[in-house]
């Protein structure tokens, strides 16, 4: 049982490692339009800074 628990504790610890490594560099919110509503929300997201990408 002992032997079970430390190989799924090292398979969870490989696993998180690899997972902070897939993480995109630039993490971006996409807007689509939306009748109108999109020019509100990328007025607000340039306000405070948010990366996004407007389609």
Known sequence: MRIA???AFVLL???GALAATLTPPEPAIYIVPAAGFQTS???AMQKKHVPFRSY
Do not use: D, N
């Open 5 to 7: 628990s430390t190989l």
């Open 13 to 15: 610890l490989v696993g």
């Open 41 to 43: 929300l990328m007025a």
